[in-house]
């Protein structure tokens, strides 16, 4: 596996680590929505590798499995996901989200798509 520059704004989105919904709603829309940002970010990298770029930080993931254990299978665990709106808002920003054109590429992670706790 390749070098992960774990950042806590990467842990908030996948991990849901504020308060919200823990109904079943808010999991299957935790799991659409961070399938959608491994495919985008899948879909900006080289190769099988899929990265995400926020504020000079880039996660790195050597497979879309790598991405999807992190994000979804991990993330969506939370009993303490954000609002379904959250995910909704989210994936509304993933389907105009740029790839960053560097390296090897990497999702831009989009605004929308960073929860913070009271945010």
């Known amino acids: 596996m390749r070098t992960i520059a774990v950042v806590t704004l990467f842990a908030l989105l996948g991990l849901g680590a504020a308060c919200g919904s823990d109904g079943s709603g808010s999991v299957e829309a935790c799991r659409q929505t961070l399938t959608k940002l491994c495919d985008r ?11 995400l770029y926020y504020q000079g930080v880039t996660m790195q993931f050597d497979t879309r499995q790598e991405c999807l254990d992190w994000y979804v299978e991990t993330g969506c665990r939370s009993s303490d996901l954000p609002e379904v709106a959250f995910f909704d808002t989210c994936s509304a920003a993933l389907d105009q989200a740029a790839c960053l054109e560097e390296e090897e590429g990497a999702l831009i992670m989009p605004e929308d798509c960073i929860y913070s706790e009271g945010g």
Request: with cysteine; charged share 25%; hydrophobic share 20%.
């Open 41 to 51: 970010a899948c879909g900006c990298t080289d190769g099988e590798a899929c990265d």
